[in-house]
């Protein structure tokens, strides 16, 4: 079964197979050599730049790339995408598993200090950090028209980049390979696996070649942390979910439900969506244990208006040593749109708000707008892209439907699937991740248990299926797991990486 997998990744190098890849090495203009910030040695070394892909126009695509603080040259290879869509990956850098924490400076402006990261997922992997598609974060074309994009469309050039990569950087051409996001990331994983699968017939002649080693030891598989994945199953477990978690009343849930028939997904009229927006009012989306700030223009200092007291919040309190982040997302939300109608946004009472609330983001935009951070990273300065911002607004076509059949047809093929979720997650709830993996029917051949993290402690629950499906919780995480809880995503990460039981 791994067989499969493999093949299918090496259609996506065969071209750089054919140039003598061990003769070259990673370019050294894009080496990163400092960082404002930061003082002390690299853990490893970092590399940073452009891969131009396509040629009407051209797309030019920000990547950050940590090499592995282990063995590089034999640990796996995984390309980090947040989701939005519209959201930087520089988001997964800057606040969650990247190999640095960020202390915000003393005023608004200055610069963050920089520590190195325990937690960092760079301990026991190389992980490039994708901006995309074309337009997010650093990633631009002199044509804005690019700026607009689709499913479909953001996994064949998310494709195009990997191509591109692994000629820059052959020395890694062989290392395991894996995909990773979250959020919306849900429907770029599995798309951009089935567009890696959709160029096999390439190289069949290479494949052949490789058989005897990628039948020992080539597995290789992708993640997706709180992922969208059907609009249905998401849509319809939030209301369920905040009843469950004790946040409205039952009389109130019986309201909702009776206004809303049911049926969150498609909010049939106004009622629905008065009822909604009151289950929703006061409460942090992102973590229901976290404080939501109104006015993202206000210091965050745990004085915001909550709705939780302080003694249920420290539940879901982050052992990370900077504050924690409030802002995930600007209009871009990971709940689906209907096809064709642009800009995602969760619920139809919040399409005129462009700010979302509960959110801020000082501490990645000031150095991230940095003009010797972006020199130090090789980033366009702000004179020819603009501002960096951690979300932006994108024309977005949802033309891959479901991802529930691309699930199904990649488990049924030989890759190995981790679907996790923060259990304080409202924005995709873990209810209905758990609920559309059950839906595929597989066999559970391990089941519902609860995992301990390094610490021993009970970290979350977790659930094996047949075709080397797994579904796992992590206990008082939200939205973005490794931000909430740095220790036990380490822990599960490294682990399935490895193929050890989590």
């Not at 002390?40 to 603080?69: C, I, R, W």
């Amino acid at each position: 079964m791994s067989k499969f997998f493999f093949l299918s990744f090496l259609s996506s190098i065969c071209i750089v197979l054919g140039v003598s890849v061990l003769t070259k090495a990673a370019p050294r203009d894009a080496l990163i050599t400092f960082l404002p910030g930061f003082n002390g040695s690299f853990p490893s070394k970092h590399y940073s730049g452009y891969m131009t892909v396509g040629d009407t126009p051209p797309q030019n695509l920000f990547y950050y790339f940590a090499e592995s603080e282990r063995e590089p040259s034999k640990d796996p290879v995984v390309l980090w995408l947040n989701g939005g869509p519209g959201c930087s990956s520089m988001d997964g850098l800057v606040y969650e598993h990247g190999p640095f924490n960020f202390v915000a400076g003393n005023t608004r402006s200055s610069l963050p200090t920089l520590h190195l990261n325990e937690y960092s997922w760079s301990k026991v992997s190389n992980i490039i950090y994708l901006d995309s598609p074309c337009g997010v974060g650093f990633s631009y074309s002199n044509d804005t028209r690019t700026y607009e994009s689709s499913d479909l469309e953001a996994a064949t050039y998310t494709h195009k980049f990997l191509l591109e990569w692994f000629k820059e950087y052959p020395e890694f051409s062989s290392n395991p390979f894996y995909v990773a996001g979250e959020s919306y990331a849900g429907v770029y994983v599995p798309t951009l696996a089935s567009e890696i699968v959709n160029g096999t017939a390439i190289c069949s002649v290479m494949f052949e070649l490789w058989n005897i080693q990628i039948e020992t030891d080539r597995q290789k598989g992708y993640m997706v942390g709180n992922g969208v994945t059907d609009p249905e199953f998401d849509d319809n477990a939030l209301v369920p979910f905040v009843h469950g978690m004790g946040l409205i009343s039952d009389t109130m849930f019986e309201e909702v439900d009776a206004a809303c028939a049911g049926n969150y997904h498609s909010s049939p009229g106004e009622r629905c969506n008065k009822m909604i927006q009151k289950v929703l009012d006061g409460l942090n989306v992102y973590d229901i244990l976290e404080p939501c700030f109104h006015n993202p223009n206000v210091e965050e200092d745990g004085n915001g208006n909550n709705s939780l007291p302080i003694s249920f919040r420290q539940l879901g309190i982050t052992e990370r040593p900077l504050p924690v982040r409030k802002r995930m997302f600007g209009r871009a939300w990971p709940f689906r749109a209907p096809v064709g109608d642009g800009i995602v946004t969760p619920w139809p009472q919040l399409i005129s708000n462009f700010e979302v609330e509960c959110t801020n983001d000082r501490v990645a935009s000031v150095w991230l707008n940095d003009r010797n951070v972006r020199n130090a990273i090789h980033a366009a300065p702000v004179t020819e892209i603009g501002e960096w911002t951690i979300c932006c607004e994108l024309s977005f076509d949802h033309n891959a439907g479901s991802m529930i059949p691309y699930h199904k047809n990649l488990t049924a093929h030989g890759f190995r699937v981790l679907i996790f979720s923060g259990d304080h997650d409202m924005c995709v709830p873990f209810t209905g991740s758990q609920a559309w993996t059950r839906s595929l029917g597989y066999k559970v051949v391990d089941e519902w248990r609860p995992w301990r993290s390094s610490a021993d402690q009970v970290a979350g629950y977790v659930q094996e299926y047949s075709n080397n499906l797994t579904f796992l919780t992590i206990k008082g995480a939200g939205h973005t797991v490794p931000e909430y809880k740095p220790r036990e995503a380490l822990d599960f990460y490294s682990r399935w990486l490895e193929g050890k039981p989590i």
